[in-house]
């Protein structure tokens, strides 16, 4: 039986899904994630880069991440941190760091 997604396919389309209603399609370029513990919470730190072309829908959205709701079921987003933001002519990419824990683990 399955649980359902996990905690980086839940981030990945929440992220995809706020940059779309923002204005501002992503795609994702990389991902990777380890797992994480506290002495009391689990969960996992997530490395994501994600692409776009430039625009300014594209800058609010990347200046508002930090302090975005992004609903995860099972998953709280703990810490959503800014990496770094690559710019070219024709593409911009965006490197986050994202600390999820599990609810009610």
Do not use: Y
């Amino acid at each position: 039986m399955s649980r359902g997604p996990d905690a980086e396919t839940l981030l990945r389309r929440a992220l995809e899904a706020q940059a779309e209603a923002a204005g501002c399609p992503v795609t994702l370029v990389e991902s990777d994630w380890n797992r994480w513990a506290s002495a009391t919470f689990t969960g996992a730190r997530h490395l994501l880069k994600l692409a776009a072309p430039p625009s300014p829908a594209l800058d609010a959205w990347i200046a508002r991440l930090p302090e975005a709701e992004l609903r995860l079921r099972g998953h709280l987003v703990a810490d959503l941190a800014v990496e770094h933001v690559r710019r070219a002519a024709d593409r911009v990419t965006v490197s986050l760091e994202v600390l999820t824990v599990e609810e009610g683990r």
